[in-house]
C-alpha cells in the first residue's frame, strides 16, 4: 500500500465497545487481569504499554519501514533514549551544525554522564572516518540539519559505519517519515521530534524512535519502560490523527516551500537562501536522491545588511508569527542566532522559515513586503 492509505489505517484500533471508527482514548493506567494472572489483551500497565500509544508506534513502524517504534514524551527524550541503551565509555559521533538542544544533550548530560562525546562535519565523509575511534558505537546524523539545512549522505555513512561494527541513528524530524526512509538507505535508528511535522498542529510534544532489527527494538523497550519518558494516551491520540494527514501536509509544504525558495533567490533583498530543493544547493543531488518525494518545508535565509536588519524584517513579518519550533499549520520565523544564545555558530543575518500551509501567494507577498527597507 501507499503511504497516504497506511498513514491512515495502520494507526486504527478496532473498537469492540462501540464500534467507533475513530480510536477511542484509553486513559486507564491500568489493565485488568485474567484469573490466571495473565493479561488478556496484552496490555498491563500504561507505562510498559497502552492501546493509543501502540497505535502510534505501529503507524509510525510502518511509515518508516523499521521493525518497531517507540513514543517519548519529547523529541529530546527520544534522543536521550538511544544514548541510554549505550554504556559508559562508548563513544558518539555527533553533527557538528544539528539540532542545538541535542548537542547540549550530548555535551552537558551525557558526556559527564560517561558517554564520549565528540563533533564532526556529517556532510565530510573522509572527516567521519578520521574521527572514528576503536570505541565508537554510534554516529548521529540529521539530514536535513538545522539551521542550514545541510544535507549528510546516510548510504555512505551507513556503508563506513556498518564495516566497523558501528550503529547509525538519524535525525528525520525534518523530513519526516513521507520524504525520506533513513532505515531503506543503511540506517539502523530513526529518530522523530513529532512535535514538528508529525504532530503538524503546534499543540504536542512528543518525539519517537523507530528501529531497523529486534536487537535495538530489545534494548529502547527495556530504556522506555524504566526510564520511564513515555507518551501520554491523548497526545499519542492527537499525534495518531496528525499522522493520517501527513502525506498530504508534507505535499503542500514541500511545494510551497520549493515555490518561495525560488522566488527567494532572485529578491534583491536576499544575500543567500538555503533550501536542499534549489539547484544551487550545494548536496541538491544528493538530497534528491535521498528525499525524491519534496525537499520539506523549511527554508533559512540570509539577508543583506547586519543581523538588525535581520530582525527588523523578522517583527515586520505578518504572516509569519515570530516564534521558534516549526512544522506547524501556521507559518514561522525565527532569529535562530538570538535563540542559541552567545555561544551559537548561526550566521547572525539568519532567519529560519519554517513554511505553513497557508497560501503560496499570501506568504510571497508577506516575505516580499517585509524584505524591503521602509523609506520614511
Ligand atoms: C524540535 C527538534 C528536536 C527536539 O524535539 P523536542 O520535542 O523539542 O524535544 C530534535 N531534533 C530536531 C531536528 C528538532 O527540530
Same mark, same amino acid.
Given at each position: ?317 505578518? %504572516? ?5 519550533? +516549526?512544522?506547524? !499549520?501556521?507559518? *514561522?520565523? /525565527?532569529?535562530?542566532? =538570538?535563540?542559541?544564545? $552567545? ?6 543575518? %539568519? ?5 505553513? +500551509?497557508?497560501? !503560496?501567494?499570501? *506568504?510571497? /507577498?508577506?516575505?516580499? =513586503?517585509?524584505?524591503? $527597507?521602509?523609506?520614511?
Amino acid at each position: 500500500m501507499k503511504k497516504e492509505t497506511q498513514a491512515i489505517h495502520a494507526t486504527n484500533l478496532v473498537d469492540e465497545t462501540a464500534g467507533a471508527i475513530a480510536t477511542p482514548i484509553f486513559l486507564s493506567t491500568t489493565f485488568l487481569r485474567d484469573e490466571d494472572g495473565s493479561y488478556p489483551k496484552g496490555h498491563m500497565y500504561s507505562r510498559n504499554s497502552n492501546p493509543n500509544r501502540d497505535a502510534l508506534e505501529n503507524g509510525l513502524a510502518i511509515l518508516e519501514g523499521g521493525a518497531k517504534a517507540f513514543a517519548f514524551a519529547s523529541g529530546l527524550a527520544a534522543v536521550s533514549a538511544v544514548f541510554q541503551c549505550l554504556k559508559s565509555g562508548d563513544h558518539v559521533l555527533m553533527p557538528s551544525v544539528g539540532y542545538y538542544a541535542s548537542m547540549k544533550l550530548a555535551d552537558e548530560i551525557m558526556g559527564p554522564w560517561g558517554l564520549q562525546m565528540s563533533q564532526v562535519n556529517m556532510e565530510d565523509l573522509d572527516a567521519i572516518r578520521a574521527a572514528i575511534q576503536p570505541n565508537t558505537k554510534l554516529i548521529w546524523v540529521e539530514t536535513p540539519a538545522n539551521p542550514l539545512l545541510g544535507i549528510s549522505d546516510i548510504q555512505a555513512i551507513s556503508t563506513l559505519a556498518h564495516s566497523l561494527g558501528i550503529f547509525v541513528g538519524v535525525d528525520n524530524t525534518i523530513a519526516t517519515p513521507i520524504l525520506q526512509n533513513p532505515i531503506s538507505l543503511g540506517a539502523d535508528i530513526v529518530m522523530h521530534a513529532t512535535t514538528k511535522y508529525i504532530g503538524g498542529h503546534s499543540d504536542v510534544l512528543g518525539g519517537a524512535i523507530i528501529v531497523r532489527d529486534d536487537e535495538w527494538s530489545a534494548r529502547l523497550k527495556r530504556v522506555q519502560i524504566l526510564m520511564g519518558a513515555t507518551q501520554n494516551p491523548l497526545d499519542c491520540y492527537l499525534l495518531a490523527r496528525g499522522l493520517k494527514t501527513l502525506p498530504l501536509r508534507m505535499r503542500e509544504h514541500s511545494a510551497s516551500a520549493l515555490a518561495l525558495a525560488q522566488r527567494l533567490e532572485k529578491h534583491s533583498a536576499i544575500e543567500q537562501v538555503h533550501y536542499p530543493g534549489l539547484t544551487s544547493h550545494p548536496q541538491h543531488a544528493l538530497a534528491k536522491h535521498q528525499m525524491p518525494h519534496g525537499f520539506s518545508g523549511m527554508i533559512s535565509i540570509q539577508v543583506k545588511g547586519d543581523e538588525a536588519n535581520a530582525r527588523r524584517v523578522a517583527s515586520e513579518l505578518k %504572516l509569519f508569527q515570530q516564534a521558534t519550533s +516549526l512544522g506547524g !499549520v501556521e507559518s *514561522l520565523v /525565527e532569529h535562530r542566532r =538570538s535563540i542559541e544564545g $552567545p555561544d551559537s555558530k548561526t550566521p547572525g543575518n %539568519l532567519l529560519r522559515l519554517s513554511i505553513g +500551509l497557508e497560501h !503560496v501567494d499570501d *506568504l510571497w /507577498e508577506d516575505l516580499n =513586503s517585509s524584505l524591503m $527597507p521602509k523609506k520614511l
